[in-house]
């Protein structure tokens, strides 16, 4: 396995190359908005 895979910033590089963060932000905002047990304060 190549360590180089591992590092933040190419982590970080290859969601933002495919929109994978705005998924996963949205995704995060869609869970925490429909969350009944904790109010949005």
């Known amino acids: ?3 180089a895979i591992w590092v ?3 982590i970080r590089a ?3 190359q495919h929109d994978a ?3 996963l ?3 995060v905002l869609v869970i925490t908005v429909n969350n ?3 109010p949005l304060n």
């Open 14 to 16: 290859r969601l933002i």
């Open 36 to 38: 009944p047990r904790r």
């Open 1 to 3: 396995m190549d360590d």
């Open 21 to 23: 963060v705005i998924e």
């Open 8 to 10: 933040p910033m190419v």
């Open 25 to 27: 932000f949205n995704l």
